[in-house]
Nanobody, 126 residues
């Protein structure tokens, strides 16, 4: 049974930082591309960041423009976990954050991912 479990969300003031984790089980983690998406109230789920599968120490990463320079994504294949480090947080970053997994090519499309976590709430106060 495949499971993706996000953690690390919370309430933080603008300018603060949070690190989200997504622990996975039931899949060969090192062969999956991992993505982070977010969904704010009344809005569609949108792409945040993705990291490609890798058997080495360096993986290709991709970010939506609004988080470039503020967020980083990383993975620890030994722990089957992907991370999203979020710095300089803004109120507009408030959303439920989801991690997702897919085989094949790295993608920004939510429809391309077939495994999802339950989400973790991030609230940034002004």
């Amino acid at each position: 049974q495949v499971q993706l479990v996000e953690s690390g969300g919370g309430v933080v003031q603008a300018g603060g930082s949070l690190r989200l984790s997504c622990a996975t089980s039931g899949l060969t983690f090192g062969t999956y591309n991992m993505g982070w998406f977010r969904q704010a109230p009344g809005k569609e789920r949108e792409f945040v960041a993705a990291i490609a599968w890798t058997s080495g120490s360096t993986a290709f990463t991709d970010f939506t423009d609004s988080v470039k320079g503020r967020f980083t994504i990383s993975r620890d294949n030994a722990k089957n976990t992907v991370y999203l480090q979020m710095n300089s947080l803004k109120p507009e970053d408030t959303a439920v954050y989801y991690c997702a997994a897919r085989r094949g090519l790295i993608s920004r499309s939510r429809d391309a991912y077939d495994m999802w976590g339950q989400g973790t709430q991030v609230t940034v106060s002004s």
